[in-house]
């Protein structure tokens, strides 16, 4: 279900670059609006309604405020992937590559094994859903703890790039706050019809 007072901020403050980007930087990623990110941990938390969660998992930077008032709803800690750029990390980590479509660039994202363990169950957390390859990356990690991947929660899922489907079609339980299905300069921001 997507949320009614972000898709209204979102049309309000959100600004359609060219190169299919949305900023959201005064409210969202740059300057964050604290009280809104409470009615979005709140939201997820109803999203995620009677699934028992034991840690959160977004990666840095953007990712990490959203994370962490959600996690004040869960009650429970947030871990985030950090982003590389060292190649002779040591053992004692999960990692793994990125790519970034906004920054042309790839990165390794890593975690400690101390803080992801084979009997923890995951919510991942992330600002946007574009092509999918944070919350994909991120979905490796656990995996590669033997942990449990209970659902993804995004804040604003780009419909018009292939993120979506690919990690709904991987099973994963995804769930978008606010599904963009077009947007143009001149336009402005189209939500998907519910
Ligand atoms: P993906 O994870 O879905 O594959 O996303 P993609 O590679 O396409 O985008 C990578 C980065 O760009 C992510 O941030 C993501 O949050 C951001 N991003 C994607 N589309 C938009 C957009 O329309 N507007 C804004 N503002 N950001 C967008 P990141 O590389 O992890 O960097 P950071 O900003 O979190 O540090």
Not at 74 to 84: E, I, R
Request: charged share 25%; net charge negative.
């Amino acid at each position: 279900m997507q949320m009614q007072l972000l898709k209204e901020r979102i049309l309000k403050d959100g600004l359609v670059e060219d190169g299919d980007i949305l900023k959201v930087d005064s409210f969202l990623n740059h300057q964050i609006d604290i009280r809104l990110l409470e009615e979005i941990g709140k939201e997820f938390r109803h999203q995620f309604e009677g699934k028992e969660i034991t840690k959160i998992l977004t990666i840095e930077a953007s990712g990490i405020a959203i994370a962490c008032i959600a996690a004040r709803h869960f009650n429970v800690p947030v871990v985030f992937a950090k982003k590389s750029k060292t190649l002779n990390i040591s053992g004692e980590v999960y990692k793994t590559s990125v790519e970034s479509f906004t920054h042309k660039s790839t990165n390794t994202i890593i975690v400690s094994k101390k803080f992801l363990l084979p009997e923890d169950k995951i919510l991942i957390i992330d600002d946007f859903l574009a092509n999918g390859k944070a919350v994909i990356g991120l979905s490796r990690l656990v995996e590669e703890a033997g942990a449990t991947l209970v659902g993804a929660g995004v804040v604003i899922e780009k419909g018009f790039q292939p993120g979506g489907e690919r990690i709904r079609s991987m099973g994963i339980d995804l769930h978008s706050l606010a599904i963009i299905d077009s947007m143009n300069p001149e336009n402005g921001v189209i939500f998907r019809k519910e």
